[in-house]
């Protein structure tokens, strides 16, 4: 009993080793861009440890330089992360059996790479009692990964000249999340709807064209989608 | 910004925020079936979100349109698209958008 649990551990472990290209230099970023955007050391490995999720991270400090108000950065940081609640819905079967306080860390965890990983193993009707121990393993090669080279960022960043912009390294990645989001028209065309409704207010105060063009973007993507299935019924 | 409550209070809050979207559902640990029109709203939320992000600072200079080959972040974003729909690599679309970046910073200048 005890054995299965820690080769199940261990499993999830060594799965989540390749991942680390991918986490590695994401965090190395969302540590250099906290302290690029004015937080202070302790405040941003604070931030790395409660909020651990880059996305979430990069999107707001932007917000933070420009001087937007707090409500515009929450409302940002959720939009951003919305994505989180599908994992969790089709995560939740997975782990319904399971005793809360395994439920509480295993959300806390939670990243795209591990959902992948995660979802790609295993079914929720699946007999494999300690998929919860790979689910852990695997975190906890993420979590340590993400962390050490967010501090990394933090505390390394420093040495970097200003010149090279490095903090244009956060828009970047965030361009590499975008990307594999676009998987359908839809999408893609509330995303463009997204980008020049921002563009075009970038000017408003409280920094309301972000919100605008999210509202707009999300309102495009569906009225696209609507058209799409309309046609797909009238074919 | 040292130490400000402002500073303090994003990040609380965001973690906060954060930890609700990873939970909604795991937590509660039934069954629960979103309606689906949230689901399609949530399909579209972050991909708009990032695009809202993204766009005014690769297109904006100082608040301005600046659509030209010698905006470095213009073009260092494009190229980066351009590695990201190719290689699906997070690291490759970083150091190549740098690179183009810095090019087109150093010609500019």
């Not at chain 1, 999107?59 to 969790?88: E, G, Q």
Request: proline letters at 5%.
């Amino acid at each position: 009993m005890h054995g299965d649990r820690m080769s199940a551990f261990r499993d999830g472990a060594a799965s989540a080793v390749s991942l680390l290209f991918g986490m590695v230099p994401w965090g190395l970023v969302a540590g250099l861009a906290m302290v690029s955007a004015g937080l202070t050391p302790a405040q941003a490995v604070v931030m790395g440890l409660l909020v651990y999720a880059g996305s979430a991270q990069l999107a707001v400090l932007p917000l933070l330089i420009a001087k937007a108000p707090l409500w515009v950065m929450y409302a940002t940081a959720l939009a951003v992360n919305l994505r989180y609640v599908i994992y969790s819905a089709v995560l939740a079967p997975y782990f319904e059996r399971l005793s809360r306080p395994w439920r509480v860390l295993l959300s806390y965890v939670m990243v795209d790479a591990m959902f992948a990983l995660f979802v790609g193993r295993f079914r929720p009707e699946d007999r494999a009692p300690h998929r919860h121990w790979f689910f852990l393993g695997g975190s906890v090669v993420l979590w340590i990964g993400w962390q050490a080279a967010s501090w990394l960022g933090i505390f390394g960043g420093a040495l970097i000249p200003r010149a090279w912009s490095l903090e244009f390294a956060a828009t970047l990645s965030l361009i590499a999340l975008l990307m594999p989001l676009l998987y359908d028209r839809a999408v893609v065309l509330g995303a463009l709807a997204a980008g020049g409704v921002a563009l075009a207010g970038a000017g408003l105060p409280f920094n309301l064209g972000l919100i605008c063009a999210i509202a707009a973007g999300i309102a495009a993507g569906l009225a696209a989608s609507r058209v799409q299935r309309a046609r797909a019924r009238g074919a | 910004m040292a130490d400000s409550w402002l500073g303090w209070t994003l990040i609380a809050g965001t973690a906060a925020l954060v930890y609700l979207t990873r939970a909604v559902f795991v937590l509660p640990g039934s069954r629960l079936r979103l309606p689906p029109l949230a689901e399609r709203v949530l399909r579209y939320a972050p991909a708009a979100a990032l695009a809202a992000i993204i766009a005014p600072d690769l297109a904006l200079v100082h608040g301005a349109l600046a659509v030209s080959p010698d905006n470095p972040r213009l073009v260092g974003g494009i190229v980066a698209f351009a590695v990201a729909a190719a290689t699906r690599s997070v690291t490759l679309t970083i150091i190549v958008g740098m690179l183009a970046m810095t090019a087109v910073r150093l010609i500019a200048a």
